[in-house]
């Protein structure tokens, strides 16, 4: 490895990891808790009506984790459990008025968190860096479930009338710039 890989490699790692303590700082920090809860929380509220084991892969959890990350939701009123109306020994979980509420806020801290991580950018840097991140992105998943959990934390919305990166990487589709994206 170069000089200069070893220096990329510290510079890109130093900014993942201070990134991902800011946004974790700040997802917990709305809920007043730590771990997966907030990741859960927007889940739930995303995906309502999703099996107790489906949010394992999006939380990247064991089963048994998955179910206490359930009990704390339901235990802090953000969520509830419910049988399938097809086969009753399936759990769906659904979210509350104050799961979505939570879930919003959630979002809105991770917003924040990135615009500020983002300031010390142009809007022309911020531009090149969307268009570098998706290519980086689309390399990222392995599949539909290794993609959920990279969009764990995602504001799903801001993506629905936009090509996503991840998902198409998931899905093996081309890659293809922000700025050329049809709206869907």
């Known amino acids: 490895m170069t000089q200069l890989e070893r220096r990329a490699t510290n510079l ?3 900014w993942a990891l201070a ?3 800011a946004v974790t700082e700040a997802t917990d920090g709305e809920l007043g808790a730590s771990g997966a809860l907030a ?4 889940t739930v509220a995303l995906f309502p009506d999703e099996r107790v084991d489906a949010l ?3 939380l990247g959890l064991s089963p048994s984790g998955v179910v206490r990350t359930v009990d704390r939701l339901v235990d802090a ?3 509830e459990r419910h049988g399938s109306v097809g086969d009753g020994r399936e759990v769906l979980i659904h979210p509350t008025r104050r799961g979505v509420r939570s879930a ?3 979002l809105a801290a991770r917003a924040g968190v990135v615009g500020r991580l983002l300031e010390p950018l142009t809007p022309a840097e911020r531009d090149q860096l ?3 991140l998706e290519k980086l992105l689309t390399g990222l998943p392995s599949d539909r479930e290794d ?6 934390l995602c504001d799903h919305s801001a993506c629905e009338r936009a090509w996503c990166p991840v998902s198409a990487g998931a899905l093996g589709e081309p890659r293809r710039s922000h700025r050329a994206s049809p709206a869907r």
């Open 77 to 79: 009123g953000l969520a």
């Open 12 to 14: 890109v790692g130093a």
């Open 147 to 152: 993609a959920r959990h990279i969009c764990r």
């Open 39 to 42: 990741a859960a929380a927007v």
């Open 56 to 58: 394992q892969g999006a």
């Open 104 to 106: 919003e806020r959630v």
């Open 130 to 132: 969307l268009t570098l």
């Open 19 to 21: 990134a991902a303590r």
